[in-house]
């Protein structure tokens, strides 16, 4: 069975990336942008021009705030054997400040190759970087914890003031 890489053309692929809700950034062998859709741009709060052609380093520097986002593509440059061959596609939420707020991503990058004549994977080309903006949820999720901490130490205290109550007035019962 023959797999078909390019049933879409080039001019189908463009429309189909510019309407999704999701981020999409190609991303050469060399490390430089040479693709990101509008949603991309909304979800890192910058233009085309800060983004595309540029050195993926040089768009997102390294600091502390967004060591978890780096730790991703260190791992996923470096394979599992340290050869690009290696390379195998990811899965993970990680956290990025954009410099006005910190987001939660969920990242999803897969290794693009070259096929020779035979059908084999000849050459690492870059990756596909599928970007989710998962912040909501997230933001979400974490009241929801925050809540059932703030229900459980009602609880906590009603059972202690009864607890109390119920004391006092077994006392006053019993000086009666």
């Known amino acids: 069975m023959t797999y078909e890489h390019n049933l879409l053309k080039p001019e189908q692929k463009k429309p189909i990336f510019e309407h999704m809700s999701d981020g999409v950034m190609m991303v050469d062998a060399g490390e430089g942008i040479t693709y990101l859709n509008s949603s991309c741009m909304r979800i890192f ?3 085309k021009t800060q983004l595309l052609s540029k050195q993926f ?3 997102f520097p390294y600091t502390r705030k967004n060591k978890q986002f780096h730790r991703f593509f260190q791992s996923f440059r470096s394979g ?8 195998v596609a990811k899965k993970e939420t990680v956290r990025y400040f954009t410099g006005t707020q ?14 020779n004549e ?10 596909l970087l599928m970007i989710e ?7 979400r999720k ?9 229900f459980a130490g009602l609880i906590l205290c009603i059972s ?3 607890f109390v109550w119920q004391y006092h007035i077994k006392t006053f019962l019993i000086s009666l």
């Open 118 to 127: 035979t059908g084999e994977w000849k050459e690492y080309q870059g990756y």
């Open 133 to 139: 903006d998962v912040t909501d949820t997230y933001q």
């Open 80 to 87: 599992e054997k340290g050869t690009d061959c290696d390379k």
């Open 160 to 162: 202690f003031y009864l």
């Open 57 to 59: 380093e040089e768009v």
């Open 142 to 150: 974490q009241q929801e914890h925050d809540c059932a901490h703030i």
């Open 45 to 47: 709060e910058a233009g």
């Open 102 to 115: 910190m987001k939660y991503l969920l990242l999803s990058i897969t290794p693009l190759y070259e096929e």
